[in-house]
């Protein structure tokens, strides 16, 4: 459903249509000013924009970029011979593993550079494979294209100007995008009224993180109209407000990002902010990582997450095994290529999902963008083997079985991953470590190592559980052991 703001000033419900998005836009002043969203346009015209964004930024990387200038010598490849998104097939593929190897070797170092090429920010990713988050490199340019993302994405989405929201995400000592992209929403796109709910680790010298509880009460002080976060989280801050009878009553919207959220978890949460007065509250689930440094928006629930600007990036699907591209509907890896970016640049990139896309007209909103499809039960994409997605993070196994198996003490290990209450599949992911020790070290002292060390490598807290080493690995029934394992439902 649309909110459409009337003659008065005040926003009615109307049914999502290409007619009705039309009048949501030209209600609202920003939105209307937005004449060359390129999301409306057609398929012929929005690749004549990506065309000629990809052959400047072939010349940006042909100058500055260090990977890709080996990469192009060592496969004998010419740059300037890829003036289309269609010659991008001629490009091997880029997998994370090569990124977080060398991550300073994908920063544009242009001969050239602007005062829009200054560095604006750092973000951070996955974890290199010493265990060193893997650092993401903003622009000035990049920046502004961020924000001119996050505004397109809300107006997908349906927001109007003003809105009251609140950042759910955690305030953590590593600047990942979820905390900082939802700030960016309201104070840089939307103009809105942000408030900020500042859970997370606690530092033991700045006082400037809130409670679980804090956040609960925040949404109902401001009458928050938007909710931002985790989508698990989120919702255990709805369960508890509904525990303590609070009223939710203004929310209209809710923003799940980080991890899937199926139709289930979207009807549960839906139904409690109902029974605390909400009125057919819309539970997006977008579709978002560092790399694109924004998210992919629904217009309506289920409808296919929109890219909100055609104009920065170019997505494909591949096949796992060949690289070749699928067409429309098909699953496979999803791919990213930058096409307007003067920091980190990225070409061909596998994201780590599974997913389809399709560039059919949205029969919902009219737009002609391309869009991800629901492509695993109810959710747009399910995480390949190379990652693991925990609250809402990627988790790199390698570096957490690292840390774990060069802690003294510890004999035998078995990574878990799983929920905190298995019988709702909605519950906040837990990491569990078992560990089996031989004697020696003291439990206590192993433990406060482990947990140490995985905060450092993955930046969770785990429980640290001993248990007797054949019930993680018994070589009468196994050839090897089992070091991961995901006890998670999958919806």
Same mark, same amino acid.
């Given at each position: 459903?649309?909110?459409?703001?009337? %003659?008065?000033?005040?926003? +009615?419900?109307?049914?999502?249509?290409?007619?009705?998005?039309?009048?949501?836009?030209?209600?609202?002043?920003?939105?209307?000013?937005?004449?060359?969203?390129?999301?409306?346009?057609? %398929?012929?015209?929005?690749?004549?924009?990506?065309?000629?964004?990809?052959?400047?930024?072939?010349?940006?990387? %042909?100058?500055?970029?260090?990977?890709?200038?080996?990469?192009?010598?060592?496969?004998?490849?010419?740059?300037?011979?890829?003036?289309? +998104?269609?010659?991008?097939?001629?490009?091997? /593929?880029? &997998?994370?593993?090569?990124?977080?190897?060398?991550?300073?070797? &994908?920063?544009?170092?242009?001969?050239?550079?602007?005062?829009?090429?200054?560095?604006?920010?750092?973000? *951070?990713?996955?974890?290199?494979?010493? #265990?060193?988050?893997?650092?993401? *490199?903003?622009?000035?340019? $990049?920046?502004?294209?961020?924000?001119?993302?996050?505004?397109?994405?809300?107006?997908?989405?349906?927001?109007?100007?003003?809105?009251?929201? +609140?950042?759910?995400?955690?305030?953590?000592?590593? @600047?990942?995008?979820?905390?900082?992209?939802?700030?960016?929403?309201?104070?840089?796109?939307?103009?809105?009224?942000?408030?900020?709910?500042?859970?997370?680790? @606690?530092?033991?010298?700045?006082?400037?993180?809130?409670? &679980?509880?804090?956040?609960?009460?925040?949404?109902?002080?401001?009458?928050?109209?938007? /909710?931002?976060?985790?989508?698990? !989280?989120?919702?255990?801050?709805?369960?508890?407000?509904?525990?303590? #009878?609070?009223?939710?009553?203004?929310?209209?919207?809710?923003? /799940?990002?980080?991890?899937?959220?199926?139709?289930?978890?979207? $009807?549960?949460?839906?139904?409690?902010?109902?029974? =605390?007065?909400?009125?057919?509250?819309?539970?997006?689930?977008? *579709?978002? !990582?560092?790399?694109?440094?924004?998210? =992919?928006?629904?217009?309506?629930?289920?409808?296919?997450?929109?890219?909100?600007?055609?104009?920065? &990036?170019?997505?494909?699907?591949?096949?796992?095994?060949?690289?070749?591209?699928?067409?429309?509907?098909?699953?496979?890896?999803?791919?990213?290529?930058?096409?307007?970016?003067?920091?980190?640049?990225?070409?061909?990139?596998?994201? #780590?999902?599974?997913?389809?896309?399709?560039?059919?007209?949205?029969?919902?909103?009219?737009?002609?963008?391309?869009? =991800?499809?629901?492509?695993?039960?109810?959710?747009?994409?399910?995480?390949?083997?190379?990652?693991?997605?925990?609250?809402?993070?990627?988790?790199? @196994?390698?570096?957490?079985?690292?840390?774990?198996?060069?802690?003294?003490?510890?004999?035998?290990?078995?990574?878990?991953?799983?929920?905190?209450?298995?019988?709702?599949?909605?519950?906040?992911?837990?990491?569990?470590?078992?560990?089996?020790?031989?004697?020696?070290?003291?439990?206590?002292?192993?433990?406060?190592?482990?947990?140490?060390?995985?905060?450092?490598?993955?930046?969770?807290?785990?429980?640290?559980?001993?248990?007797?080493?054949?019930?993680?690995?018994?070589?009468?029934?196994?050839?090897?052991?089992?070091?991961? +394992?995901?006890?998670?439902?999958?919806?």
């Amino acid at each position: 459903m649309l909110r459409i703001r009337n %003659a008065e000033g005040v926003t +009615v419900l109307h049914e999502t249509t290409p007619e009705n998005t039309r009048k949501m836009i030209a209600s609202e002043p920003l939105f209307a000013a937005d004449t060359d969203d390129p999301t409306f346009l057609s %398929a012929g015209e929005i690749k004549e924009i990506q065309n000629r964004n990809l052959k400047r930024q072939m010349e940006r990387v %042909a100058d500055g970029s260090a990977y890709y200038k080996e990469l192009f010598t060592r496969e004998k490849i010419d740059p300037a011979k890829i003036t289309t +998104v269609d010659d991008l097939v001629r490009l091997p /593929l880029t &997998f994370k593993k090569d990124y977080m190897k060398d991550p300073e070797a &994908f920063k544009l170092n242009l001969s050239n550079p602007t005062l829009y090429d200054w560095l604006w920010e750092v973000t *951070y990713t996955t974890g290199t494979t010493t #265990g060193v988050p893997t650092p993401f *490199y903003n622009t000035i340019n $990049d920046a502004y294209a961020t924000f001119q993302l996050l505004f397109r994405a809300m107006k997908i989405s349906g927001a109007i100007s003003g809105m009251r929201s +609140v950042n759910l995400f955690p305030l953590g000592p590593i @600047p990942h995008i979820g905390f900082f992209r939802a700030r960016d929403i309201t104070t840089m796109s939307l103009f809105g009224q942000g408030s900020f709910g500042c859970t997370g680790m @606690p530092h033991p010298e700045f006082k400037i993180h809130r409670s &679980f509880d804090y956040a609960v009460e925040l949404v109902e002080r401001v009458e928050a109209q938007a /909710l931002v976060g985790v989508a698990s !989280f989120v919702r255990r801050i709805i369960m508890k407000a509904e525990e303590q #009878g609070r009223d939710y009553s203004h929310v209209e919207g809710v923003e /799940l990002l980080g991890e899937a959220a199926p139709r289930g978890m979207r $009807d549960d949460i839906r139904g409690r902010l109902g029974n =605390m007065g909400a009125d057919r509250p819309f539970i997006s689930n977008s *579709y978002g !990582f560092t790399e694109m440094q924004g998210a =992919m928006s629904e217009c309506e629930e289920f409808s296919g997450c929109h890219s909100p600007d055609p104009s920065l &990036f170019f997505f494909e699907v591949t096949d796992e095994k060949t690289g070749e591209r699928l067409p429309d509907g098909e699953t496979g890896l999803l791919v990213i290529t930058h096409l307007n970016r003067t920091g980190t640049a990225l070409l061909r990139y596998v994201i #780590g999902d599974y997913a389809a896309i399709t560039h059919e007209p949205c029969s919902r909103c009219g737009r002609t963008c391309m869009r =991800m499809e629901v492509a695993v039960g109810s959710t747009y994409a399910s995480r390949t083997s190379e990652l693991i997605n925990l609250k809402g993070t990627l988790i790199n @196994p390698e570096v957490l079985r690292d840390e774990i198996a060069n802690t003294k003490g510890v004999t035998e290990y078995q990574v878990v991953f799983t929920k905190k209450d298995l019988s709702d599949p909605y519950s906040a992911d837990e990491l569990i470590i078992k560990v089996g020790r031989s004697g020696g070290r003291p439990e206590e002292d192993i433990a406060a190592d482990l947990e140490k060390r995985v905060q450092r490598a993955v930046e969770m807290r785990a429980r640290i559980e001993f248990v007797e080493m054949s019930e993680i690995f018994d070589p009468t029934v196994a050839l090897k052991a089992t070091r991961i +394992v995901d006890l998670r439902p999958t919806e």
